[in-house]
């Protein structure tokens, strides 16, 4: 089985922009005191540390681009031309709105034209994208955007459902309510026979 690696584009260097580690922890003791906390006090005097080793984690997905985990495609796919689908995908994410969490699983799938990717490289570029601040709009988009350009297959759809703690914590706490978003591009856009396979095979009824 022959690989085809592709390039991506290097993203910008915007280190000199970061504020340093100790600013970032400053930033949170500024919150804890602006909510009426004392960060003196001993159950918050490790929390500005931890916060932010907890973010390094949380979005590290700024610290990766798509061809990180899909710049290897294999061609020996035996004839095979159907579709291909990952669903259930858990993912965790945060809203760019309030900065707080977004939980879901994704469903992912492609019509290969000669090329394939491996299983795990889709899983690990939802989660490229969920280790950032967005919108579940922007992160559907994206996921197929980066496997149509990295890919080129017949057609890619995607699937995300999630909760959004923005709507169970706050507001309007609508504790349980899910939305749910899609992007089709090439054949699975233009044939609805092959967007209503997809929904089934997702486990979703168009």
């Known amino acids: 089985m022959e690989a085809v690696v592709k390039k991506f584009p290097e993203p910008a260097d915007k280190s000199d922009d970061r504020p340093s580690r100790e600013e970032a922890e400053a930033a949170v003791g500024t919150l804890l005191?602006?909510?009426?906390?004392?960060?003196?006090?001993?159950?918050l005097r490790e929390t500005p540390a931890r916060v932010v080793k907890a973010y390094e984690e949380l979005f590290g997905g700024y610290k990766l681009q798509p061809g990180d985990v899909l710049g290897r495609t294999f061609e020996d796919v035996s004839g095979y031309e159907d579709m291909v689908l990952v669903r259930d995908i858990d993912f965790h994410?945060?809203?760019e709105h309030h900065m707080v969490p977004i939980?879901?699983?994704?469903?992912?799938?492609?019509?290969?034209?000669?090329?394939?990717?491996?299983?795990s490289k889709i899983a690990r570029l939802v989660d490229i994208f969920g280790r950032r601040l967005q919108t579940q709009e922007s992160m559907t988009a994206q996921i197929a955007a980066a496997i149509e350009s990295m890919l080129r297959p017949k057609g890619v759809a995607v699937m995300l459902e999630a909760e959004h703690m923005?709507?169970?914590m706050r507001g309007i706490r609508s504790k349980g309510s899910t939305t749910v978003t899609t992007a089709f591009h090439g054949a699975l856009r233009e044939?609805?026979?092959l967007q209503?396979?997809?929904?089934?095979?997702?486990?979703?009824?168009?």
Do not use: N, T
């Open 33 to 43: 005191r602006w909510i009426g906390e004392d960060p003196s006090r001993e159950g």
């Open 93 to 95: 994410s945060h809203c």
């Open 103 to 119: 939980i879901g699983k994704a469903h992912v799938a492609y019509l290969p034209d000669d090329r394939v990717l491996g299983l």
């Open 166 to 168: 923005c709507m169970a």
């Open 191 to 193: 044939d609805r026979e």
């Open 196 to 206: 209503e396979r997809f929904l089934a095979m997702a486990g979703r009824r168009p």
